[in-house]
């Protein structure tokens, strides 16, 4: 999600979107409105922002939301998220969404959205991952260790971690 957001603010340019991240794992029924979540989440950020500019970006259709952790909300909350999700995307049906979850009990409510699985890593791409990541720059052998022993043998003996960029980091 946060390659998403990075990605979209730096092509501002080409795509024309405004990104809007939204940590799902604060939302619940006392949050209220998700338009009104959504822009506490916003207003955190920067209090340059109104309700009033970001209804009409959202009315022109100029947003990509990224609700990060669906499967972070309570379940005493899901019902009630599903239902402010449908009535804010009914409301604002020109912009795009991307809804990140682990697995999830069920998709059924979200037939709206095409559901997408992350595949597993690669080695490759486990180690570039690796090399990637800014880690102890001060000491650049703690990196080039573990980097040895996720290419000889942890990447076998570990999948289930290594094949995960998020466990991985």
Same mark, same amino acid.
């Given at each position: 999600?946060r +390659?998403l957001l990075?990605?979209?603010i ?5 795509f #024309? ?7 799902l794992k604060d ?7 998700l338009?009104?979540?959504?822009y506490s #989440? ?5 209090g340059e922002i109104?309700?009033?500019d $970001?209804?009409? &970006?959202l /009315? &022109?259709?100029?947003?990509?939301l ?5 499967d972070?909300?309570?379940?005493n909350?899901?019902g009630?998220?599903?239902?402010? /999700?449908?009535?804010?995307?009914? #409301?604002?049906s020109?912009?795009y969404?991307v ?6 009990q069920? $998709?059924?409510? $979200?037939?709206?959205?095409s559901?997408l699985r992350?595949?597993p890593?690669?080695?490759?791409? &486990?180690l +570039?991952?690796?090399?990637?990541l ?10 080039a260790? $573990? ?10 003996t +570990?999948?289930?971690f290594?094949?995960?960029?998020l /466990?991985?980091?």
């Open positions: 999600m +390659h990075i990605n979209t730096d092509n501002y340019e080409t #024309k979107l405004i990104p809007v991240f939204v940590p939302f619940d029924d006392t949050s209220g409105k338009f009104e979540y959504i #989440k916003i207003s955190d950020f920067s109104t309700k009033e $970001f209804n009409s &970006a /009315l &022109a259709g100029r947003c990509l990224l609700f990060d952790g669906l972070e909300i309570g379940t909350n899901v009630f998220f599903e239902r402010e /999700l449908g009535s804010f995307t009914d #409301k604002y020109e912009n969404y809804i990140s979850s682990r697995p999830y069920s $998709f059924v409510s $979200f037939d709206r959205f559901v992350l595949l890593f690669s080695i490759e791409q &486990a +570039h991952l690796i090399d990637n800014d880690f102890r720059p001060d000491d650049p052998s703690i990196k260790k $573990f980097r040895d022993e996720l290419s000889k043998r942890l990447y076998r +570990h999948r289930t290594t094949e995960n960029p /466990l991985l980091t």
